[in-house]
């Protein structure tokens, strides 16, 4: 079993949409969350951290649920631009895991 | 500008022909560290170095070496490239380690070998 495992997609949703992605981890040790976003071809920047009580940046909300072991990025009104992949990042004593990421296409 | 530099961006190289792949920062940071990405397997670290003269293996170091001389290089050195080698690799710095998540990253070196 992957130690952070994401639903591979690809999501396909039109402008305005909301769409939610969700990541499990399987070392409950793990310290720090992340969500890194990927576009083709190009290096992965970071998004968002990701906090126990949640957190929000404009569009973008990340959770956090320790106890089930998944985190979840939640984007609203999607734009054309945020078609990229999404990263999902776990870290323990300085290790840091990747998942194998979301893709999001938004349509017009 | 602040960045992270990898070259060469694109390499087609055959079997057992010794090549480096250089990785540079300029933003004074300890930390740097070598990925390879695969369809399906995500991000998988090679080596890393939290900083000069200190390195340390990865989830998947066999086949690779490196070398931290001076803060700001970090090359991957493969002695003997094989096909299973064939992948897009990162090289990524941060100045307080993995822990805060700011991982800058450099464009990437798509390798081929033949």
């Known amino acids: 079993r992957k130690e952070v495992e994401q639903d591979p997609g690809p999501f396909n949703v039109p402008e305005g949409a909301t769409v939610a992605f969700n990541c499990t981890y399987s070392n409950s040790a793990s310290q720090s969350f992340f969500w890194y976003r990927q576009d083709c071809r190009k290096e992965p920047k970071l998004l968002m951290s990701?906090?126990?009580s949640g957190n929000e940046d404009g569009r973008f909300t990340a959770q956090l649920n320790r106890a089930s072991q998944y985190i979840s990025l939640l984007i609203r009104d999607s734009k054309l631009s945020d078609s990229a992949t999404y990263l999902c990042?776990?870290?323990?004593?300085?290790?840091?895991?990747f998942g194998a990421g979301t893709r999001l296409t938004v349509k017009p | 500008e602040a960045q992270v530099t990898q070259n060469p961006r694109y390499l087609i190289t055959v079997t057992g022909k010794k090549l480096t792949v250089t990785c540079s920062q300029n933003?004074?940071?300890?930390?740097m560290s070598w990925y390879r990405q695969d369809p399906g397997l995500g991000l998988r670290q090679i080596y890393y170095s939290m900083n000069v003269e200190v390195t340390d293996k990865g989830d998947v170091p066999e086949g690779y070496k490196v070398s931290r001389k001076e803060k700001r290089n970090f090359p991957l050195i493969l002695e003997s490239p094989s096909p299973n080698q064939t992948s897009l690799y990162f090289c990524?710095?941060?100045?307080?380690?993995?822990?805060?998540?700011?991982?800058?990253f450099g464009e990437g070196s798509r390798l081929t070998v033949l």
């Open positions: 990042v776990v870290s323990r004593n300085n290790d840091m895991r």
């Open positions: 990524a710095s941060s100045l307080q380690g993995r822990i805060t998540g700011e991982l800058f």
């Open positions: 990701v906090y126990s």
């Open positions: 933003m004074n940071h300890e930390y």
